[in-house]
């Protein structure tokens, strides 16, 4: 004879929503993985490649002397970015997240805006700029609008004399 025993659950542990929708919820996941890491590479890149960075950016990497420190509130900026993220991630605040995430798509607007007021292409600010925002705003969204609810109980069989 078999009986069904319950799965223990972390009550601490996050909310997984119901059905299809943990696809869904692997897939936003992902997505804020992406946009952490990707700010994270950007902001890494200007503080330690501040000679080739720039010109990925889409404007003349242009700052020397006192000026070149704009590439290091950069890097910093996108890093202080990225923790958060990733600290959202992690302690299991999604729908914080998802209000963070969507602010933080300010962020490739601005840049696509300094790209078309400073000499850069229109090309390079869609492109890299304005595609980045509505990829974040994207991962917003699908954060703000995840299910919270719990799956039901799992169950496993269990030998029984």
């Not at 889409?58 to 590439?71: K, L, V």
Request: aromatic letters at 8%; proline letters at 8%; glycine letters at 10%.
């Amino acid at each position: 004879m078999t009986t069904r025993v319950p799965f223990p659950r972390d009550p601490a542990g996050p909310a997984f929503p119901l059905g299809g929708s943990v696809k869904r919820r692997h897939i936003t996941t992902a997505l804020a993985v992406l946009s952490g890491a990707t700010v994270l590479f950007f902001g890494l890149n200007f503080l330690l490649n501040p000679d080739g960075a720039p010109s990925g950016f889409g404007i003349t990497p242009w700052p020397e002397g006192n000026a070149d420190g704009y590439f290091a509130v950069k890097g910093v900026r996108d890093i202080a970015v990225a923790a958060t993220v990733f600290l959202l991630l992690t302690i299991g605040q999604r729908r914080t997240l998802g209000w963070v995430v969507l602010i933080d798509a300010i962020i490739p607007l601005g840049d696509a805006l300094t790209v078309l007021t400073h000499g850069g292409t229109y090309t390079t600010a869609l492109s890299i700029h304005v595609s980045a925002a509505a990829l974040v705003v994207l991962t917003a969204i699908m954060l703000l609008t995840e299910s919270g609810q719990r799956p039901p109980e799992r169950t496993h069989l269990t030998s029984s004399p």
